[in-house]
């Protein structure tokens, strides 16, 4: 699925949110329509590029269905404290500790690889999906009159949202072992009718008639 970038970058500044933050808050709305009557939160999990404090990093952001003016306050609120340069250092100064304790040093790899496959096992059972922003993609010069639009996919065991953007196309691909496919429905829907100029591709023909 792709569009203008200008589209999403003028809807998001309506609502005084960062492209990411604006897409996490459609995700979630889309995401409250299908849970409506659950009672577990909605946990989406963002990898961000924060290369210029650390290597990565891991946001998780829980939410009940609400109104989408109500959400995106709470993801850009959300957004800024897991973010927060202090909070990233404690949480990697923690983890380094981890690794610096002498008796988990001894512990034999296989045990670790062993225990830490469990834990994210256990983990994943906690959340709903992944929204990855692989961000802007730049080519040199001479390749860029042969490129329309990049796109990113990935394997997952639920359900994962990935986003790039190529010059001013802004690609959102979805990827899931569901049969279900409301939730991305319900995303593009939202788009649509809030103003995106939105083109679909889709390798699910199941509602080809629809």
């Known amino acids: 699925m792709y569009k ?67 959400i995106a306050k709470s993801v850009k609120n959300k957004f800024k404290e897991k973010l927060d340069k202090e909070n990233i250092k404690d949480k990697m100064n923690s983890m380094i500790k981890l690794e610096d304790i002498f008796i988990v040093r001894l512990i034999p790899v296989f045990i670790k690889d062993f225990v830490l496959k469990i834990a994210c096992n256990i983990e994943n059972k906690y959340q709903t999906m992944t929204l990855s922003n692989i961000g802007i993609i730049n080519m040199p010069e001479v390749y860029k009159k042969y490129i329309d639009y990049f796109s990113v996919f990935t394997s997952t065991s639920k359900i994962q949202m990935c986003m790039c953007s190529y010059k001013d196309k802004m690609v959102i691909s979805f990827s899931s072992k569901f049969v279900n496919s409301e939730i991305e429905k319900n995303f593009f829907k939202f788009l649509s009718k809030d103003g995106t100029d939105v083109i679909i591709n889709t390798n699910d023909y199941g509602d080809c008639d629809e």
């Open 4 to 70: 203008r970038q200008d589209d999403i970058k003028v809807k998001a500044k309506e609502f005084d949110l960062t492209i990411t933050e604006y897409l996490t808050s459609v995700l979630i709305k889309s995401i409250g329509e299908v849970k409506n009557k659950s009672k577990k939160p909605i946990v989406i999990t963002i990898p961000v590029n924060l290369r210029k404090y650390y290597p990565t990093y891991t946001v998780r952001n829980l939410y009940n269905n609400d109104t989408f003016r109500d």
